[in-house]
């Protein structure tokens, strides 16, 4: 039996996902018996025509950006979407909240005209997504299960409660208890509630769960004693493109 063609592809990113995914070290090895890495800009030049699995990091940010993933995912038959960026357009996304012109200015200078952009787009707002491995940088753990998963013609397990459950499921100290604010009731799981366990807050990295209470959220961290204006911020830092209703709050 043929082992399933898998291509990784990076757009508008840090691609610390997809350095993340070469530093699997002791699964790389048993993943490279599953399936055939057909392209992979970071370790590979080969080129392929079509995919069974197409894992896309970064967000989706120039006219280039569009025309390219719409010819990815032509040619795949699973999309993944890999990481902030890419699942809800991450910190590039914050660009959004500035005048377009502004921000080419203060980036590009004279050179602005040269380099064509759009607002900051998840990919699953270009073209449609099968799955999302989230976090900034990805959950590796969350990766190897959906690569898994597919491979074993399984459907992966997908997260919908809020970081909290896993923080009080591992019995860490809640972070409120020690003065600080955390994202944790509002973000969604999958990661393990590392942050809290290891002394942190939530920032949130892996997105909001899907009924997300936005005024909630901001009176609650209006009680950790966060301005609104820094809490918005907050809020905003890895998912400005979901929570669209803050825009402009001052
Ligand atoms: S530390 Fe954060 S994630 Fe953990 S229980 Fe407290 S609020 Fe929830
Ligand atoms: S605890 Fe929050 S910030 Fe930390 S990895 Fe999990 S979702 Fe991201």
């Known amino acids: 039996m043929s082992k ?25 090895l048993s993943i490279l018996e599953l399936v055939d890495i057909v392209e992979f800009r970071e370790a590979m ?12 990091e970064g967000s989706i940010s120039t006219p280039t950006c569009v025309e390219r993933i719409h010819d990815i995912r032509r040619r795949s038959k699973i999309l993944v979407a890999l990481g902030a960026c890419a699942v809800q357009g991450g910190i590039n996304a914050l660009r959004n909240s500035q005048p377009a012109e502004w ?7 004279d050179d602005k005209y040269l380099f064509p952009s759009i607002p900051v787009q998840p990919v699953s707002a270009v073209v449609k997504v099968d799955y999302e491995v989230r976090g900034c940088p990805m959950s590796t753990p969350e990766f190897l299960h959906i690569l898994k998963s597919l491979i074993l013609g399984r459907k992966p397990e997908i997260f919908d409660h809020a970081v909290c459950v896993e923080c009080k499921s591992s019995e860490n100290e ?46 609650m961290l209006a009680e950790n004693g966060l301005s609104r204006l820094e809490a918005v911020k907050r809020l905003r830092l890895f998912c400005s493109s979901e929570l669209v209703e803050l825009d402009g709050v001052k």
């Open 45 to 56: 030049d080969d080129r392929a025509d079509e995919y069974d699995i197409a894992f896309v």
């Open 103 to 109: 921000v080419k200015e203060v980036v590009y200078g």
């Open 4 to 28: 399933p063609k898998v291509a990784f592809f990076d757009f508008a990113s840090c691609e610390g996902c997809q350095l993340n995914k070469l530093n699997l070290e002791n699964s790389l």
């Open 174 to 219: 809640c972070v409120l208890e020690t003065g600080m604010f955390c994202l944790g009731p509002v973000t969604r799981a999958g990661c393990g509630a590392v942050c809290p366990e290891n002394g942190q807050y939530c920032s949130g990295c892996r997105g909001y769960v899907s009924n997300i209470n936005t005024d909630g959220a901001l009176e």
